[in-house]
């Protein structure tokens, strides 16, 4: 006999009310799913939280709870240790990945030096980070709304971002979509649904939450969104609100946390006290899953599952990528100060995610040196010759620095304009007027 029954029956024969069967059938359940630690089984029916009451003042310790373990898929032999966790991409696909990861690469190996040579004001690399870019983005539908931190290239190589349109943004020449108005790497694109970066860190985090609102309000949705951040962003105030709004809002978003081990020159250790940002989801009410960045098949498959279950209850998810920034943070730093280079041995070599992937087609013979070190060459030339193109193009209309903030020019702005036309009039000759569109 079960333990309702046995309450249902003591209610029937006290005869009391319907409201002390219901009483007493919570304490039961609650005796079966709980531990022993509680006061008489009772069961708190404050609006706040249900918990189970207990008669001693118990303190809930971190270093009780276990950490969220990492998923990973294959090991760095590219071999599948549970075979049933292999996707079966088609070589097709498999190629795309890596050769996109191989692009990614290339290219800023390449916008790094140029910055360097003082060509572009500033640059980040996504050195180590590709897996979680190409593995995550081959697992959204094109139409899903991406709303990113900056460190996610990838992400836009997948959707078809083309190398003159990440080059034209760096230079900010009038070929950029972005009219030259943002920073380089702060990339957008309507057409590949990824909105603009900014640079304030966690803006991106409510706002996508914001919209993946909006598409769980319309009929038959088939989108959800996915927002990438560091796990130094995630010490943001915007986090915390991002993730109370996702989960109270039932939004269908995948809160997609790059932990990467360091937030500039801060090591993640100094970052949180916790278990990483995943650990946090259980605190907001939200699913979380953990897994390893650098294995682009763990990627894949987290993100795919993610996908199904935010779309298909329009919950949120926090997914927490652990990788490691290889590269500097950006060209304005220099992480040998603060990070041993022998640290960073192991995650340019065995662990890192193109070795990974490479190791996995070599396995199924899909890997031809030759003509990948083929690949990279064109890769090579293609963005040199880029830059050089790029350099030359004429910089937008200075005047469009004031367009497109309202639908209609406001009379401040169009004021400010004229007084800037008058301006530039006045002392052309110390301005480079030859470079911008006219
Ligand atoms: C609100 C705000 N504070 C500080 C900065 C300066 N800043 C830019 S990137 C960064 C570190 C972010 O680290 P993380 O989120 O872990 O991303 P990662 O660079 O590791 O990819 C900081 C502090 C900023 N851009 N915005
Ligand atoms: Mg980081």
Known sequence: MSLMTTARQLARFTGRTQMLTKCLA???VHTETQNSATSGGERARFPGAQAAFVDKPLMSLPE????????????ADGVFEDPAQDPNLS????????????????????????QRQGRISFYMTNFGEEASHIGSAAALSPDDWVYGQYREAGVLVWRGFTISDFINQCYGNREDEGKGRQMPVHYGSKKLNFVTISSPLGTQIPQAVGAAYAFKRQPNNDRCVITYFGEGAASEGDAHAAFNFAATLDCPVILFCRNNGFAISTPSKEQYRGDGIAGRAAGYGIAALRFDGTDIFAVYNATKQAREYVLKHNKPIVLEAMQYRISHHSTSDDSSAYRPAEELEIWNTVEHPISKLKNYMKQRDWFNEE?????????????????????????????EVFQDVYHEMPTHLKEQMKQMEEHVEKYKEHYPLNDFKN
């Open 26 to 28: 919570t304490k039961m």
């Open 64 to 75: 009780n709870s276990e950490p969220i373990p990492i998923y990973r898929a294959m090991n």
């Open 91 to 114: 070589r097709e696909t498999v190629q795309k990945m890596f050769r996109d990861m191989v692009l990614l690469n290339t290219m800023d190996k390449i916008l790094y030096e140029s």
């Open 371 to 399: 003509e990948e070190e083929k690949y990279v060459k064109a890769i090579r030339k293609q963005v040199l010759a880029q830059i050089n193109q790029s350099e030359k193009i004429p910089k937008p209309d200075w005047r």
